[in-house]
C-alpha cells in the first residue's frame, strides 16, 4: 500500500508557472505507474498526465501538451508536475494517483489507480 501527499499547488497569474509535488510513502515506488488528474468546480475529475513505471513513458491530455512536463525520482519516491504557461481553464483541484501493476505503460483511465492523494489547489488568474 501507498500514501500519497501533494504539494506545491497556490494562486498564480496567467502565463505563469507552478511546480506541483507528490511523494509517495511505503516501498516498491517503482512498480507504481503514476499520473495525475485534477477536478474544476462543477466538473468531473480529468486525466491531465501519466507516467510509467520506469519514467519512460509519458502521456499528457491534449490541452496541456508542450506546457506540462511530468517527471519521477524513483530514488526518492516523488513524481512531480511542471505547469508552464498556466492559464485559466487549468484552475483545479490536483491529485496524485499510483496504480501498482507490473505492466511497462501508462494509463489514463482513473478507474486502473488504486491510490489517491488528498490534492493541491491550484487557481491561475487572468
Known amino acids: 500500500q501507498v500514501q500519497l501527499e501533494e504539494s506545491g499547488g497556490g494562486s498564480v497569474q496567467a502565463g505563469g508557472s507552478l511546480r506541483l509535488s507528490c511523494a509517495a510513502s511505503g516501498r516498491s515506488f517503482s512498480t507504481y505507474r503514476m499520473g495525475w488528474f485534477r477536478q474544476a468546480p462543477g466538473k468531473e475529475r480529468e486525466f491531465v498526465a501519466a507516467?510509467?513505471?520506469?519514467?519512460?513513458?509519458?502521456y499528457y491530455r491534449d490541452s496541456v501538451k508542450g506546457r506540462f512536463t511530468i517527471s519521477r525520482d524513483n530514488a526518492k519516491n516523488t513524481v512531480a508536475l511542471q505547469m508552464n504557461s498556466l492559464k485559466p481553464e487549468d484552475t483545479a483541484v490536483y491529485y496524485c494517483?499510483?496504480?501498482?501493476?507490473?505492466?511497462?505503460?501508462?494509463?489514463?483511465?482513473?478507474?486502473?489507480?488504486?491510490?489517491w492523494g488528498q490534492g493541491t489547489q491550484v487557481t491561475v488568474s487572468s
Open positions: 507516467i510509467s513505471r520506469t519514467g519512460e513513458t509519458v
Open positions: 494517483a499510483a496504480d501498482r501493476t507490473q505492466l511497462l505503460g501508462v494509463t489514463d483511465k482513473a478507474y486502473n489507480y488504486n491510490y
